[in-house]
């Protein structure tokens, strides 16, 4: 895919928040949630200890994503104050095999709120719709019941457990091709008819 289809990525409006692209600017924000260790238990990265932990992140592994063949992050930002409460993106893409796999973090303050599966439910779209990809793949830690959650709501099938190397663990994987993701999208235009 082009570089620059992998910058000037879509923003999506989802009702009481934006997915947009991420910005320079969003280190603040998240320093916020990222230095929160109860939300990074859950992740590969740990907790900022300091502000500039968050700017090296969103310049170093965020913004420099396209020259590495990897479309910018969504950010998810709550409409009614403008501030990012946290990503919804792929963090690996393989354009050749039509393949990428999906992470997601979320300020805690916002967390069982819906918010997160309606935001995984629309990166799914943007891959198949926007990235032309095949399948969609996850994981998740067994213990992040949340997470787990979000998998189910948005239609994934479990296909195996896999080692991790950063945890040190196997780790439930999950998958949705394009032909279930467009016979769900059929089923539920359906319902609505």
Known sequence: ??????????????????????RFDDYEDMFEYGS??????F???PAYRMLED??????????????RGIPLAHAIEDKATGKMIGTCDFHTV?????????????????????????????????????LKL?????KHLERNVGSKRVIEKNHFRYVKHVYDKHFNEMLPCYEI??????????????KHD
């Open 1 to 22: 895919m082009k570089y620059e289809a992998l910058v000037h990525i879509p923003t999506y409006d989802c009702g009481s928040f934006i997915l947009r692209p991420i």
């Open 94 to 130: 393989d354009f050749h095999q039509k393949t990428c796999e999906i992470g997601f973090v979320l300020h805690r303050d916002y967390w069982s709120k819906g918010i997160m599966s309606q935001a995984c439910a629309q990166i799914i779209r943007f891959g198949f719709d926007y």
């Open 134 to 138: 095949e399948t969609v793949f996850v």
């Open 54 to 67: 968050a700017k090296k992140s969103v310049e170093q592994v965020f913004l420099s994503r396209p020259k």
């Open 177 to 190: 091709s394009k032909d279930d993701y467009l016979l769900i999208k059929e089923s539920d235009m359906n």
């Open 36 to 41: 929160d260790q109860t939300v990074t238990s």
């Open 43 to 45: 992740l590969s990265w």
